[in-house]
């Protein structure tokens, strides 16, 4: 991208002189708050959005000079709603864009078996459902084998994993980064999530206010952060290392007396992370520790609070 | 005489009728859907035009159907063809509103995939918006078909023939058994045209439903 700029309403700049060069097979994150403009940037690759001035290439081919429904067929799209066509089934979602690109049948079916089985579906199961049966996991999965079924060389994916819960989104990501490995594609990848941007990205940029205030790799951004705005970012991310990086026997406490007994169960090994992550998403502040020599003992938010030393 | 009687001996010309009626009806359905399917997915193409156009159509279905056909003469003159133009008229307001309802009902982000994966605005049309309208558009039409079976009685009046005739001549010789043969058989069209069109309905949902 050479100097973008995009203007919704003449005069304000949404975006303003956005600079961005991506490698062949790069896994490049864009990340800010809301309203950043990162998802509109993204949207400019794909010519949903019309930049007002400067020019997008795409190896080394201006895209105004490229037919925007042709270069769509060409780049994966996921997105966070995942929008799967409801009133097809998941064979005919993952197949739309090799039909729409005029593959024959055969091959089609060919590859539909091929990525749900690369995405962890059974295809004999799956292949004739409608997406109101999936899970919101299984959806995005789903989503996911949709943009490389006519696989493409770049694929943009805008907040994937973000309407779904704390488990699955883990889950995912895993699953993403395993597939990435083996499909070796260049992806354009936004989020507002720096725990996903750590996990995924080749280079991270870090955008607010429709400017780019740093872009660069995990470690050159982590020594040498520009200013407060990109400091701040990290510092969240500080929190969640920690809480990745210390088990749950860590934080252990012993139950009182006379306190709230828990009623969900955690094994000692697991990462804090997951305790918390569970602990949020039941809705409860304590969680019993399976598999200690000791009995009866918890993890609860304050103990975990302590123990980073938040 | 009884009922029975009066239909036994009337025979010919209730099934006549009956065959006009369903031919009135037909024609002024088949049209309706093409010309309000189609104002409704450019109304949904070209927003700015959505409000007065269904305020007319709106207007029009409040003209009384007696007064819409009778508007037609200077215009159109008399018969089959200025009463299935008025019909058509007055069924725009349920299937131009539904199939813009329909389409605008489709949820944003199925459809910025489906541009976002490189479908024409043809394709976004008709493999996606007009599918997922379809149980709206087809509520619509299953309304359009029922009031144009009871309103085309009023089709009579022009001398467009149909059902209408037996009505508004048992009224006018007073004659009960008159009146009942055009509307008994006008009720049953209307239910059965009804009943097709949720046959049709449940078909297809059931091939192409999420």
């Given at each position: 991208m050479r100097s973008v700029c995009k203007e919704f309403v003449k005069?304000?700049?949404?975006?303003?002189d956005i600079c961005l060069h991506v490698a062949r097979h790069e896994f490049v994150v864009l990340i800010g708050t809301s309203g950043c403009g990162k998802t509109t940037t993204m949207k400019m690759i794909n010519k949903l959005v019309q930049p007002t001035s400067g020019e997008i290439l795409i190896d080394g081919t201006n895209i105004s000079q490229i037919n925007a429904i042709e270069l769509r067929r060409n780049i994966g799209y996921v997105i966070q709603e995942i929008g799967l066509l409801p009133h097809m089934t998941v064979a005919q979602n993952i197949a739309l864009v090799p039909e729409l690109k005029g593959w024959p049948v055969r091959k089609r079916e060919e590859r539909v078996e091929e990525l749900l089985s690369l995405i962890g579906l059974d295809p004999a199961l799956y292949k004739k459902k409608k997406p109101s049966q999936l899970s919101g996991g299984q959806k995005q999965r789903v989503g996911v084998a949709r943009a490389l079924a006519a696989d493409p060389e770049i694929i943009l994916m805008d907040e994937p994993f973000g309407a779904l819960d704390p488990i699955t989104r883990i889950q995912l990501q895993d699953e993403l980064v395993r597939l990435i490995r083996r499909v070796k594609k260049t992806i354009v990848f936004v989020t507002h999530d720096m725990e996903e941007a750590v996990k995924f990205a080749d280079k991270i940029v870090i955008m607010d206010a429709g400017r780019i205030v740093q872009a660069g790799s995990i470690q050159e951004i982590f020594k040498n952060p520009k200013n407060d705005f990109v400091r701040n970012f990290f510092r969240m991310h500080d929190v969640y290392n920690k809480l990745r990086a210390m088990k749950v026997e860590d934080a252990a406490v012993p139950v009182l007396f006379d306190g709230p007994r828990p009623q969900h169960g955690i094994d000692a090994g697991e990462p804090l992370s997951r305790a918390l992550g569970v602990m949020l998403e039941r809705g409860i502040n304590c969680l019993f520790v399976r598999g200690t020599s000791e009995e009866n003992l918890q993890v609860t938010f304050e103990s975990i609070y302590r123990i980073t030393g938040q | 005489m009884t009922f029975a009687e009066y239909v036994r001996e009337n025979r010919d010309t209730i099934v006549h009728l009956f065959v006009q009626h369903v031919n009135i009806t037909v024609k002024a359905v088949f049209f309706s859907i093409i010309v309000g399917v189609l104002i409704g997915v450019l109304i949904s193409k070209y927003e700015k035009l959505a409000w007065p156009v269904i305020n007319v159509a709106n207007v029009i279905y409040t003209i009384p159907s007696l007064a819409l056909f009778a508007l037609m003469i200077p215009i159109l003159g008399i018969g089959k063809f200025p009463a299935i133009v008025a019909l058509v008229l007055y069924n725009q307001i349920v299937l131009v509103r539904n199939t813009y309802v329909g389409i605008k009902g489709v949820e944003s982000a199925v459809l910025e995939s489906a541009v976002g994966m490189g479908m024409s605005p043809a394709q976004v049309l008709f493999r996606v918006q007009l599918p997922l309208a379809f149980p709206v558009i087809m509520a619509g039409i299953r309304t359009a078909a029922v009031i144009t079976v009871a309103t085309a009685t009023i089709a009579a009046t022009i001398g467009a023939g149909g059902l209408g005739l037996l009505i508004f001549g048992g009224i006018s010789s007073l004659s009960t058994f008159q009146i009942l043969a055009g509307a008994i058989p006008t009720m049953i069209l209307a239910n059965a045209a009804d009943w097709l069109l949720y046959g049709v309905e449940v078909l297809v949902q059931r091939k192409w439903g999420s």
């Open positions: 005069g304000i700049r949404t975006l303003d | -």
